[in-house]
């Protein structure tokens, strides 16, 4: 069974770009969550999703958004990059809601210049 | 609110010892407890869950945790270390109060490093 598929793996932007992250959860796993990893904050929770609705979101500004689709991938954009926004982005995901384990996929690098 | 506390950012120990990572969480009702690795450049593996069926949970690559109500505690262990044991240890709640959510809050990590 493929596990959670992210994409791009690595990714540079500059200050005021907008970008795209794609997640590919696990197949049969309609939850998906969205994390952000940096050294300075550690692992901070950004949205939680299931059936293509929002259950769950973090304290993030505005700037940072998410979806989900019919097939259970999902997608999160940062509009108005900030230097601060670099990090790793992993996202996870579970066959439902309810305290139920996570798989996470290898993330995506995001970089700000 | 919940919240995690993991006892020493950096651990080291010798090849064959016992390893022993602190996991601390404060919350009204006992939560959801997970224990995940890191590994450089990847995501993280889950290591083992506490979802109170039983209180020693035993886990992937001879790890086990024992949850301590009294204590609030969920600390990892591992009878032997092995080489390839060094990475970053989280252990992390989700609310079991707040119904059905899978969010998660981590700890602040363990990098554990095992010393030939």
């Known amino acids: 069974k493929a596990g959670v598929t992210q994409t791009p793996r690595y990714l540079i932007k500059t200050r005021g770009q907008q970008v795209t992250l794609s997640c590919s959860p696990i197949s049969g796993h309609r939850s998906v969550s969205w994390y952000q990893q940096t050294p300075g904050q550690g692992l901070q929770f950004l949205f939680e999703?299931?059936?293509?609705?929002?259950?769950n979101k973090g304290n993030f500004p505005g700037r940072f958004s998410g979806r989900q689709f019919s097939n259970s991938r999902s997608e999160m954009n940062v509009s108005t990059l900030e230097l601060g926004d670099s990090a790793l982005y992993l996202c996870?995901?579970?066959?439902?809601?309810?305290?139920?384990?996570?798989?996470f996929g290898d993330g995506t690098r995001l970089s700000i210049l | 609110a919940q919240s995690v506390t993991q006892l020493g950012s950096h651990v080291s120990v010798s090849e064959g010892a016992l390893v022993l990572l602190r996991c601390n969480y404060s919350s009204s009702v006992p939560p959801y407890l997970f224990w995940y690795v890191q590994y450089p450049n990847q995501g993280l593996q889950l290591l083992l869950k506490y979802t109170s069926a039983a209180t020693l949970v035993k886990g992937i690559n001879g790890f086990e945790a024992e949850f301590k109500k009294s204590e609030t505690s969920f600390h990892l262990t591992k009878p032997s270390a092995h080489m390839s044991d060094a990475a970053e240890y989280f252990c992390?709640?989700?609310?079991?109060?707040?119904?059905?959510?899978?969010?998660?809050?981590f700890g602040t990590g363990t990098l554990l490093a095992v010393q030939p």
């Open positions: 996870a995901s579970s066959p439902g809601p309810g305290g139920q384990p996570q798989h």
């Open positions: 992390a709640v989700s609310d079991r109060s707040r119904g059905a959510t899978n969010k998660l809050i």
């Open positions: 999703y299931f059936s293509e609705t929002q259950r």
